[in-house]
């Protein structure tokens, strides 16, 4: 599994459950250097990904020959778009799938490639949205489903790179939630 804004929460939990499925994953992380790529490759690594780079990194040819010992990823997910989408799609064996899904604008990341890149190596090309899939649950499943996942996040068997806050202290985590250059998401302990 090959996947883009590999610092994203999204990103650092779907490489613990690769993990405990026994998959191989590599995550490409933007934009390669500072204090966010000091802290979040390291951490990915800690949990479980098999290689992680910047997107710098991943359009050189030793990228590409790293990808053979991994025998070709056969799934991508594309959160970014752009350059980042093309960079996933190319790290991708033949018959694949790569699947963008929608991020926290709640727009799908656009993808403008040379369609080679899906008809030569035979992509299928998959969408994706939270919201839609939470709609077509029962309230019943949905509300179960929620629940596990805060817990594993509560017990920390999923373990996320974030700044906690008190909730008691509310106005200094939105200012630091919204400040510029913010580098963890902001999550309010109660």
Known sequence: MVTNNGGSLVSQ???????????????????????????????????????????????????????????????????????????????????ATLVSYGTASRRTPAIAAPLDIFTASGLTLQGFNLETALKAQSKSTRDKDISATASSIASSSIKLLVARESFLDFQQALKRAIAPGTERPVVLVF
Do not use: C
């Open 13 to 95: 939990a779907l490489v613990q459950l690769a993990k405990g499925k026994g998959l191989v994953t590599v995550s490409l992380v933007a934009p390669g250097n500072g204090p966010a790529w000091n802290e979040i490759a390291p951490h990915l690594t800690a949990l479980g990904a098999s290689l992680v780079l910047s997107e710098e990194e991943a359009g050189t040819h030793e990228y590409k020959k790293s990808l053979a010992d991994f025998k070709g990823a056969v799934l991508g997910l594309n959160a970014s778009g752009g350059r980042a989408a093309m960079l996933v799609a190319r790290s991708l064996a033949h018959g």
